[in-house]
């Protein structure tokens, strides 16, 4: 009766306490010398993000800007970008990020200051994302994200610590970057890996290890308070994960000992509050927010989300004490202070708070008598106690179903599901879903219940294979689609069947069941890749009887690759499935393969897009190295019009049989040359085989145009390159360039092969060429500045120190501009070069 009492009169004072959305800047530190950085860091505080990135912008595309210069401004655009970034929704934010990214991603002076950015960039990126992963814990696509994404920011973190020393002291108008910094950064993101991973007491412990050791090597200074205190705030909510109450108490007092400041007392109170909700202490956390709360106004928007969670917490325990009415005001509390956040634009909170009272209202859906249970089963699995969640959820099964509350026991179902399936009980799982669904089989919803049961049937199998279980597991797939044909479980259900029927090798009637799966179901192109799998057995082992198949599967494979939408391939089984109906093609279909040469060319594209960090997917290097191999073999297949394609490679090396006119070897060559691999090995399979082209091309009798003969030579340069003889290849460029404006790239292919070779005879070869460039071009165009640069490069490359000093003081005093911005620069570089050359 003291606690219901109790709750009354603090919902009551709730009611009448006033709040604010205002937040106070915590720990401002500002440095005399830095002004220019802290007028940004007042623009961005105020959220006036494009006046901010306006002013970096106009002053980084200033052609005269100089290095120290673009080093500050290129921060700020970054963390102009940053800030930003986390004031818009996830999907909103990405393209901020990635101009963040771009603005401070260059190798160019001050290196290590720009790479030391893109590492505190990452961090707080992965900060970004564990506070977004508090709305929605169970998105797997998120967690994978901040696990990867944490990962690299640890690891860039790690590397900028290592070149810190450099850069403390450093003398920039940049912010500067400290070891304290860093490793503040550092042991927040070990922190929030431990808090994500609580429940594993394993990987907890060792990140928070990890996050003490960071966190205890930033030191107080009269520079570094701010990073100090946040590394005593960090280390206070560590101990609190870590349970280690005697250190938690000692430091929140250290940190508050001596200090006046109401929102270091209220960061204090959030982790104390946080502590009190762990230890399930709900009405103790409402107090201390509400006695916080008449002495400090307003409170921070966190501390408000926490007290709705204490809130929320707090009418579910009400609840089973059986005061509905009592539980009810407390929701309805938690339910508007919320749209008062909404409506103050506090999304976060707002959105958090939602999730809290969610999480009370299951009360409503189970009852008190099986929330309860449901409440304990959920915190033995969040500690890892799958053994109590598992008999607390069989409890809670056995009292649904006596009290025939079918609704509760299918969610009932799905929980204890996975908590069986974690502990690997298949069999007990089995037994305690079929009981289940046996109990109304056809109450709606009882069909996902029924997958569940082939699920588990599945996994017995799968643990322990006999005969009997796996018809127990086909038998369960057929009865499924004859009770519950029109359900959506079916066409998952079919997707088994047909695996299955793979799995007995019974090809023809795996091919009828992958059929049946729409485009629109997830599985659609892995069924389409069992499919082509099926077709390559069935035509190895029925080729007497295989003409009429051959022609189904020639038909279905273009069918399926002019119907591939391109922007939607977000998936390795799509790529595999693709790359599976092109190799049909190759080994079966006859005449023009008019569908494969589009196709390759998306591929390429889609690879080459994959490359890239902020690709639409993600693969793994060695499986994004491998369809670049078969995309490489299956281009030489089609464009030779040979059809089988393992004997690819074979054909490959005897590329005579392949060349048997003047077009079939010209047609191969440019193939040839355009393929790009990062083997080393393959690039020498590839010169090697344009080479013997070449040979019996030249032995053809057949003339060849000029244009055809130069191709013909670049085509034999470039196999040369390839595999290794610079020494054949660059007189033949040589040959080749001497018509060629300066601009061509066979000009600067040329130029790279004989910095490569970087022998005398070929720097000597580098300012001949460069020479007659320069002496045969117009000056003042943009190509003569071009070349005069090279050629004084080309001259402190061979020691013609003197004469490259002349070209360049010449041409800069007579063209200021040197033609280009970009050529300026480079000019200015060269010119810092030569003053210390000897």
């Not at 079939?664 to 355009?674: P, S």
Request: a neutral charge; hydrophobic letters at 40%.
């Amino acid at each position: 009766m003291k606690f219901v009492c109790w709750v009354i009169l603090m919902v009551g004072c709730l009611s009448i306490i006033p709040e604010s959305p205002a937040q106070e800047r915590e720990f401002v530190i500002v440095n005399q010398d830095d002004s220019e950085h802290r007028y940004f860091e007042s623009l961005r505080q105020r959220r006036l993000f494009a006046l901010a990135e306006l002013l970096c912008q106009r002053a980084l595309n200033d052609p005269a800007i100089r290095p120290p210069f673009e080093l500050l401004y290129r921060i700020e655009l970054a963390r102009t970008f940053r800030d930003h970034a986390q004031t818009v929704p996830l999907n909103d934010s990405k393209s901020l990020w990635e101009q963040a990214f771009q603005a401070v991603n260059i190798d160019k002076l001050y290196a290590d200051r720009y790479q030391a950015e893109v590492a505190l960039l990452e961090a707080s990126r992965v900060e970004q994302l564990f506070w977004v992963l508090q709305l929605n814990p169970a998105n797997t696509e998120l967690r994978q994200q901040f696990e990867k994404l944490s990962a690299s920011a640890i690891q860039q973190l790690q590397k900028a610590l290592t070149a810190s020393k450099a850069l403390s002291g450093a003398e920039t108008i940049a912010p500067e970057v400290t070891t304290d910094e860093i490793q503040l950064a550092l042991g927040r993101c070990y922190l929030r890996i431990a808090d994500w991973n609580s429940s594993n007491a394993s990987i907890r412990t060792r990140y928070l290890s990890l996050s003490k050791s960071s966190l205890k090597e930033v030191h107080r200074s009269i520079l570094s308070q701010e990073y100090y205190l946040d590394a005593q705030l960090l280390l206070l909510t560590g101990y609190r994960l870590g349970r280690q109450s005697e250190e938690f108490n000692k430091t929140a007092a250290a940190i508050l000992s001596g200090s006046t400041s109401s929102i270091l007392e209220q960061r204090v109170a959030e982790e104390r509050v946080r502590y009190l909700i762990d230890q399930a202490q709900y009405s103790e956390a409402a107090t201390l927010i509400n006695e916080l709360a008449k002495k400090q106004n307003p409170l921070s928007t966190r501390l408000r989300g926490l007290r709705l969670k204490a809130l929320a917490e707090l009418s579910v325990q009400v609840r089973l004490k059986g005061d509905e009415e009592l539980a009810n005001k407390l929701v309805e509390e938690v339910r508007l202070r919320t749209s008062q956040l909404a409506a103050e634009g506090q999304a976060f909170e707002a959105q958090l708070a939602s999730r809290y009272l969610s999480d009370a209202v299951a009360v409503q859906t189970f009852g008190p008598e099986l929330a309860a249970l449901v409440n304990q089963a959920r915190t033995a699995v969040r500690d890892g106690d799958f053994t109590t969640a598992r008999q607390t959820y069989e409890a809670a099964i056995l009292s649904a179903q006596n009290s025939g509350r079918w609704e509760q026991l299918i969610q009932l179902a799905r929980e204890v599901a996975e908590v069986y399936f974690r502990g690997q009980h298949y069999s007990e799982a089995a037994t305690q879903l079929n009981s289940i669904w046996m109990s109304s089989p056809n109450f709606p919803g009882m069909d996902q219940i029924h997958l569940l049961w082939i699920t588990s049937l599945e996994k017995v199998y799968s643990a322990q294979p006999t005969l009997e279980k796996l018809n127990a597991y086909a038998n369960a797939l057929a009865d499924h689609l004859q009770r519950y044909s029109q359900r959506e479980t079916a066409l998952d259900v079919r997707w088994r069947l047909a695996e299955l029927t793979f799995a007995r090798r019974q090809f023809a009637d795996a091919i009828v069941e992958y059929r049946q799966i729409p485009s629109t179901h997830s599985r659609y192109f892995d069924a389409q890749n069992r499919i082509f799998q099926c077709y390559d057995y069935l035509l190895k082992t029925q080729e007497a009887e295989n003409r009429e198949l051959l022609s189904d599967v020639v038909s279905l494979a273009n069918r399926f690759l002019t119907s591939v939408e391109w922007q939607r391939v977000e998936t390795a089984s799509q790529v595999e499935a693709i790359l599976q109906a092109c190799q049909f093609l190759l080994n079966f279909e006859t005449g023009l393969h008019q569908s494969l040469p589009e196709t390759f060319r998306e591929l390429q594209a889609l690879f080459t897009d994959l490359k890239n960090s902020d690709a639409r997917f993600q693969v793994e290097p060695e499986l994004l190295a491998k369809w670049n191999r078969s995309l490489t073999i299956n281009r030489g297949i089609l464009l030779v019009q040979l059809g089988r394609s393992q004997e690819a490679f074979q054909l490959f090396e005897g590329a005579d049989s392949l060349t048997n006119t003047q077009q079939e070897a010209m047609f191969l060559l440019e193939q040839l040359a355009e393929i790009e691999s990062a083997d080393s090995q393959t690039e020498q399979i590839l010169g090697s085989i344009s080479l013997r082209v070449i040979a019996r091309l030249k032995l053809m009798t057949t003339s060849l145009t000029p244009q055809q003969a130069n191709t013909l030579k670049r085509y034999e340069a470039e196999a040369y390159y390839k595999i290794g003889r610079l020494s054949k290849a660059i007189p033949i460029y040589q040959e080749l360039v001497q018509d060629l404006p300066v601009n061509d790239p066979l000009v600067a292919r040329l130029t790279a092969l004989l910095v490569e070779c970087n022998n005398q005879e070929c720097l000597e070869a580098l300012y001949t060429l460069w020479k007659k460039k320069a002496a045969t071009t117009r000056q003042g165009e943009l190509n003569w500045h071009r070349a005069r640069y090279e050629l004084a490069n080309a001259c402190l490359r061979t020691g013609r120190i003197e004469e490259a000093k002349k070209i360049v003081s010449v041409t800069t005093l007579l063209y200021p501009d040197a033609g280009s911005a970009e050529l300026k620069q480079r000019y200015a570089e060269l010119s810092r070069l030569l003053k210390n050359a000897k």
